[in-house]
């Protein structure tokens, strides 16, 4: 046998680097684009696919790379599938381990997905204004910057149990996987609506008949509103979308034949930035107001609509729906009229896009 020379040696240590360099390259490119990210693992779509009725010994068995600590399962996604998402938490409830409760989304500590996530949200969630999102046991939460996001449903409304649990599990993973992955969803936009209070059209409330009695006022609600929310017999909590109210509080007179007692209005933080043009629309659509200075220093005033036997009042706290009137004649509260409840509502669902100019302009 020839013994080869050390010159032949280095020619094929030569050819071994230069035919494995690019492999090499492409090894250490994968290793660091791999960051975080593990080689085997669950992808969004098999989340969504995942039936939720699980323990937490069955789900994590069920999915790739996950790991189980007390009432928790982490699933680690696979290699580029969650992008900017590293992994998914499932929690449980201790009274409650049928069903998860809760399911988190943490991103790449150089994430910076929290405006992208918080918009993809919206769409869904039409009632959310800002980072986070509470309605009737349902809560939604971004972090602004890096962009986890989660959700948590409690089982048990008021000590009972909560009778719209798995639905609300349910509709809140899609939205979730909808608005981190674009995952499409089978649940439909009036299930959100109807579950987790996505936000009713503004101008249905204007088909609620106001000469509704109490005795049939949760029928009448429910029928309009299946996701209204109630924390008394005589009060409901409606989600709506619009851009500077999230919802509106309507309560009933406490008695036989009682009517509609009151309309209160939550607004949206960017309502004060917003309001001069809200006063400018209503104005167009519901007449010329009665105007009150109520801080000369401030230089803050209030603007009240007359329509009809009512009024609507604009000022620095936000809307508000003034009360019926006492009837004197049947000693009895008043209702108040059909036709102004209508063009009320009907003026606050036009204004919505003057509304949303301003509120667009804060950020």
């Given amino acids: ?20 360099l690019p492999m090499l390259i492409g090894l250490g490119a994968a290793l660091d684009d791999c960051a975080g990210a593990y080689v085997y693992g669950v992808t969004p779509a098999e989340l969504a696919a995942e039936p939720l009725t699980r323990t937490p010994k069955q789900l994590a068995h069920d999915l790739s790379n996950t790991s189980v600590k007390s009432n928790r399962v982490r699933a680690n996604f696979l290699v580029k ?34 405006p992208v ?9 039409r009632a959310m204004h800002g980072t986070s999102y509470v309605w009737s046991g349902v809560s939604f939460n971004v972090d602004d910057k890096r962009g986890d996001v989660w ?9 009972r149990p909560n009778p719209l649990f798995a639905r609300q599990v349910e509709a809140a993973r899609e939205v979730l996987l909808d608005a981190a992955f674009n995952v499409p969803m089978k649940v439909s936009e009036r299930e959100v609506e109807d579950v987790l209070g996505g936000g009713y059209p503004t101008g249905d409330l204007a088909k609620l008949d106001t000469t509704t009695h109490l005795e049939q006022a949760r029928a009448a609600v429910l029928a309009l509103f299946p996701g209204a929310a109630s924390s008394t017999a005589t009060q409901f909590e409606i989600a709506i979308d619009h851009p500077l109210v999230s919802a509106v509080d309507i309560d009933w007179y406490n008695g036989p034949s009682g009517t509609i007692s009151s309309v209160r209005f939550t607004m949206v933080r960017s309502f004060d930035s917003s309001r001069a043009m809200l006063e400018s629309c209503l104005e167009k659509k519901l007449g010329s107001p009665r105007v009150l ?29 003034a009360s019926p009137r006492w009837d004197s004649a049947t000693g009895k509260p008043a209702t108040y009229e059909p036709a102004s409840w209508k063009s009320i509502f009907g003026a606050l669902d036009a204004c919505r896009d003057s509304a949303e100019i301003g509120a667009n302009n804060t950020h």
């Fill in 1 to 20: 046998m020839t013994k080869k020379s050390n010159g032949d040696g280095w020619k094929i240590a030569g050819w071994i680097a230069v035919s494995f």
């Fill in 81 to 114: 599938a969650g992008r900017p998402y590293e992994h998914a938490d499932f929690e449980w409830n201790s009274k409650r381990l049928d069903e998860p409760s809760s399911l988190r989304l943490y991103a790449d500590r150089e994430a910076e997905n929290g």
């Fill in 117 to 125: 996530v918080m918009r993809a949200l919206s769409r869904h969630l």
């Fill in 151 to 159: 959700f948590k449903v409690d089982p048990f409304v008021g000590q």
């Fill in 293 to 321: 200075v109520t801080n000369y220093a401030a230089g803050t005033k209030s603007y009240t609509f007359p329509v009809g036997k009512t009024a609507l009042t604009l000022d620095s706290s936000g809307l508000e729906l």
